[in-house]
């Protein structure tokens, strides 16, 4: 498991590459930060050669959660990040001066409550008076699973114990034995499940199952990034297209970049937020709906206007 958390720890994981079109017309060429998260974007490039030919330089960045993805692009450290519905709000109530340009689609069940095998805690309710931890940080797609499934049982946030701890950390405590009951997303949530990990839950009915492709403000405002985002999300959405083509080249390209065994690396990326696309209003109007919950419920400290942080423009529905 060492390697494993080596590779997910945060930190750069840089590559270069782009033509030298630009360089022959006397100009530097466009360079974009890709901000990953536990490498999963970069695996679906990579796997797809879909950033092949590309007409700008890039180079990934890549951490262990959307609080430090959404902190580095916060000081423009990063020109695009990944993450999913909740984390998106939370960057913006946290000033991230963001844009939602593309959404990604994946299956609920990527994510929950994931208990040791011989837990006593047998359903929800049991969570009454114990602790959970949960990953990454307030405002994570992993606390909004466990609010929801707290109300579907009838028990009262105030009723648990929450700590907040980043997965690669809580990925060894669970391995030891240290926790009990951990609210955790894929692919550390699936890690999990393989070293023996009883769900207790997961997001089906809860989660939205949609992430987001946030682009830094100070990035669309220049036009050649700008320019370079819009291609790249056109090649994010052909990426999707050859992963749900190539589901076992994905799997295995995902297995030697993570050194996960290729079986746990199958069920991540058959489960992965693959599919790429503009934002659609049906899009708007689900994350509202988070966003509304989540100010509710006091996940947020305010309510997020999704429109307000969208731009539709970068990346337009095929006419």
Known sequence: MSSRRHLLKQGAALSLAG???????????TTLVLGDQAGGLRALFEASR?????????RWANFQGAAPLFEAQRSAAVDTAVAGDLPVLAAAVGRTPLKIVATRVGKPEALGIVVQPDSPLRRVADLRGQSVVVSSARGSISQYQLYGALEEAGVKREE???RFVLPTDAAAAFASRQIDAWAIFDPYYAIALQQGGR???????????LAFITASES????????AAIADFL???????????????AYAKVYAELTRLPLETSRTITARAAVTGRPVSEADIVALQAVADRSARDGILPLRVDVRAITDTRVWKPAA
């Open 19 to 29: 033509p030298l079109s630009a360089l022959a017309q006397g100009r530097a060429p």
């Open 50 to 58: 879909a950033l092949e030919g590309a007409p700008f330089q890039y």
């Open 160 to 162: 648990v114990n929450l």
């Open 199 to 209: 769900i207790l839950r997961d997001g089906r009915g809860i989660n939205t199952a």
């Open 219 to 226: 990035a669309l405002a220049d036009a050649a990034k700008r």
């Open 234 to 248: 056109q090649r994010l959405g052909r990426a999707g297209e050859w992963a749900k083509a190539n589901a076992e």
